[in-house]
């Protein structure tokens, strides 16, 4: 039968599939049971140096086709995640997990990574440059100049493994300035894409979640065609040492295989985990094999990237 393994840089994962952060990621008997399933990895909840309550309930909700959030970063703080991590690590010295990280400031960020690069995780990193629900804080990735800058520090000191989440883009111009901006830095990966940020959805006459009078990040469905274009957009502008993760609108194995067509190396699952519980993983994992077996495709690399034009 087909095999869904992967590599992330010099590590190997026995399932392309994994959580998207903020999905079955806030404490360890959550993250213990993503670890536990068909899933290869898992990212924690993105980690602030302080932990955070987040935005007022209700802050989440699943629609017929997709999801509304506005959760305001809750977390349990960079200290709880990386305690459990490098005690996974002992425990599972063969795998290999995420670490979610970002400061409520630059001067947070650093002190954070620094604490990364000073400690024994062994794992990767994915700096969330896209969160779109604190209050007065703009989404990092969608300034450019910020965002090198804050790459530019970080490589100075930082030499784990290192990816970046990204918000979607929605202009040509946009993928060819955000990717020659990644393209000066020793990424190990980008993740396209983030919840679309700050849309509405309306249940009659009312909004579904009250922080922000209603406007929350887009998951689900609604997300797959950005979240492809942006998986495809970066595949063909970054450099090939950068790889991708593809996260956005996978409900079925067939989402999952046009992630990779698109270019996607690691596939993450964030709406549906949280509709379907970790059972999803091994649904999907099925389906894209079946996929995978029709076609004749033994392996992701098979066909990764192999997306066909008119
Ligand atoms: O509100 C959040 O905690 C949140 N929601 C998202 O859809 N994406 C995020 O990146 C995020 C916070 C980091």
């Known amino acids: 039968m087909a095999s869904t393994k992967i590599h992330i840089g010099k590590f190997n994962f026995e399932n392309c599939f994994m959580n998207a952060a903020g999905v079955y990621c806030f404490d360890r008997e959550e993250l213990e049971k993503i670890l536990n ?42 200290d709880y995640y990386l305690e459990y991590l490098l005690e996974l690590q002992k425990t599972h010295p063969d795998r290999t997990f995420f670490f979610s990280l970002v400061g409520m400031s630059p001067e947070d960020t650093h002190t954070l990574l620094k604490r990364v690069q000073e400690s024994e995780f062994n794992g990767l ?10 209050p007065g804080k703009p989404q990092i990735a969608y300034d450019l100049e910020t965002t090198e800058k804050l790459l530019t520090e970080i490589f100075s ?14 202009d040509m111009v946009h993928f060819d300035q955000a990717a020659a901006v990644f393209n000066k830095f020793p990424l190990t990966f980008i993740n396209c894409v983030n919840s679309i940020g700050n849309g509405l959805i309306l249940d009659d006459e009312t909004v579904l979640i009250k922080p922000k009078d209603g406007f929350g990040g887009i998951g689900g469905e609604y997300v797959k065609p950005t979240a ?28 999952a295989f046009e992630h990779i067509l698109c270019g996607a190396s690691m596939v993450q699952i964030g709406t549906t985990l949280h509709k379907e519980g970790p059972e999803a993983f091994k649904r999907i994992t099925e389906e894209l094999k079946a996929i995978m077996d029709e076609k004749g495709y033994k392996t992701i690399e098979d066909f990764r990237g192999k997306l066909k034009y008119l």
């Open 37 to 78: 399933s068909e899933a290869g990895t898992f990212v924690t909840k993105t980690a602030t140096l302080s932990p955070r309550d987040g935005n007022p309930t209700p802050r989440y909700q699943d629609v017929p086709l997709g999801s509304i959030n506005s959760m305001g970063l809750p977390n349990l703080g960079f």
């Open 125 to 134: 990193v994915e700096l969330n440059l896209s969160c779109p629900n604190v």
């Open 157 to 170: 000191y930082f030499k784990k493994p290192l990816g970046i989440k990204l918000p979607p883009y929605f």
């Open 228 to 255: 492809l274009a942006n998986v495809h957009a970066f595949y063909k502008r970054l450099n090939p040492s950068i790889q991708i993760i593809g996260t956005g609108g996978v409900l079925t194995g067939r989402d």
